[in-house]
């Protein structure tokens, strides 16, 4: 039972390169989201999708892009890194929308040089 | 806009000794959720436990337990008997509406 798998666990990009962080999960959730978190600022809603074709802006999207074509991946793009894209990222899934608990990834750690 | 806050950056205690993380939240919603979640050296994210708004009844899940006054708007996570293993960034966590919102987190050292 996988549940949600990101992709990488780790990387460092240098300023202005782009990358996509993978997701997926085995779960058939319809629900799925992309967080980021800064030390010592808690977790941060970067986009969400609520099924295959939708997807919306959370509270910190600058500078991302999302797609959802199939229910089980959402990946998350980054165009043009700059050193504030440096975080952990976290990728998770829920069968509701907030009532129903949140399946994490293990996350990836981002550093941009 | 609902808020989430945790105003204890890191708290210490022994094992076996019981300890209190604090937690409130501002929203004008009635109907809501509530979460603790745990997050190891590992980086994973756990869910501890979960209440809903609408339920009176403090939630349980072995030696965790919450105090929920949702008048006061306030979610407190006790942990009894701490166990080495507790050691770990707790996060409360709010849901309604779109998608879940933290706090800063509180980091729990237990030692022996």
């Known amino acids: 039972n996988a549940g949600v798998t990101q992709t990488p666990k780790f990387r460092i990009l240098k300023i202005g390169q782009s990358m996509t962080l993978q997701c997926t999960q085995d779960m058939n959730h319809n629900y799925m989201y992309w967080y980021r978190q800064d030390p010592g600022m808690g977790l941060k809603l970067i986009y969400y999708?609520?099924?295959?074709?939708?997807?919306d802006k959370g509270e910190v999207p600058n500078g991302y892009n999302v797609s959802r074509s199939t229910t089980e991946d959402f990946p998350l793009r980054l165009e043009l890194a700059a050193p504030s894209q440096t975080s952990v990222y976290f990728c998770?899934?829920?069968?509701?929308?907030?009532?129903?608990?949140?399946?994490f990834g293990q996350g990836t750690r981002l550093t941009v040089v | 806009a609902q808020t989430v806050t945790q105003s204890q950056p890191e708290m210490s205690v022994q094992e076996a000794e019981t300890v209190t993380l604090s937690c409130t939240y501002d929203t004008s919603e009635s109907n809501y959720y509530l979460f603790w979640y745990k997050q190891p050296p590992s980086r994973q994210m756990i869910l501890v436990i979960r209440?809903?708004?609408?339920?009176?009844q403090n939630a349980t899940e072995n030696r965790f337990s919450v105090n929920f006054q949702k008048a006061a708007k306030s979610f407190s996570l006790k942990i009894s008997d701490s166990q080495l293993g507790d050691t770990a960034m707790y996060f409360c966590a709010f849901g309604a509406g779109t998608a879940l919102i933290f706090g800063k987190g509180t980091t729990l050292s237990v030692s022996s």
């Open positions: 998770a899934s829920s069968y509701l929308r907030v009532g129903t608990e949140a399946f």
């Open positions: 209440q809903e708004a609408y339920k009176q």
């Open positions: 999708s609520v099924g295959a074709g939708i997807t």
